[in-house]
């Protein structure tokens, strides 16, 4: 056992829900017409003011295809193996590198190689976004700035600007993305003196 108590365990499905709901870019009106759990229904347990039961967790963890056990932060047991599951979301693989509720979460993001090149779909949403090319050119759109990024190069911005993440160049793209909700950001500390990461 992980020594927290059922109360200290239900008390954590609220934010846990709300985390999942927002990163699947999914409102309250979403879940419910996919569900058929009414809005305020979800809007009491995300803030704690309805206790989860296994009949509303059930259709939401089909809906954000995590198991039952992530919903309510079961301890793992047995196998130590981390199993990533990959999301295909706007032609693109997300693999989710952090499983914690809230805070900031990290992903493997792939874009695949395409012999002509995607229209741009700037989106928007609360948040905070760094990013680090892993190999090949990606294209990056935030706000008014269209920049190109190769392995190697980083960026980090505020969502609410529209943005948008492609290959530049037609061939695949891997990135590592770490995603925090508004004010929380990423930082890389270095020594003043060089500029340089401390060793």
């Not at 295809?65 to 990959?86: E, F, N, Q, Y």
């Not at 992903?107 to 229209?119: D, Q, T, Y």
Request: no cysteine.
């Amino acid at each position: 056992m992980d020594g927290r108590t059922d109360d200290e365990v239900l008390d954590a499905v609220g934010p846990r829900l709300r985390a999942l709901r927002r990163d699947r870019g999914l409102t309250l009106a979403d879940v419910a017409a996919v569900t058929g759990v009414s809005e305020s229904t979800l809007s009491r347990l995300e803030s704690g003011r309805r206790r989860a039961t296994l009949e509303l967790l059930l259709p939401l963890s089909r809906v954000y295809d995590v198991p039952l056990d992530d919903l309510v932060g079961a301890p793992r047991t047995g196998d130590p193996r981390i199993h990533l599951k990959p999301v295909a979301r706007f032609g693109m693989t997300f693999v989710p590198l952090s499983r914690r509720p809230g805070g900031v979460h990290a992903f493997k993001l792939m874009i695949p190689a395409r012999p002509e090149p995607a229209a741009p779909t700037p989106q928007t949403h609360e948040g905070f976004e760094w990013l680090y090319v892993l190999t090949g050119r990606l294209r990056l759109l935030v706000g008014e700035r269209d920049l190109t990024l190769s392995a190697g190069e980083a960026a980090e911005f505020d969502t609410s600007l529209p943005h948008w993440l492609g290959t530049a160049d037609g061939k695949a793209v891997e990135l590592l993305v770490l995603f925090g909700l508004q004010g929380v950001r990423a930082h890389l500390r270095t020594d003043p003196r060089t500029g340089r990461e401390p060793e």
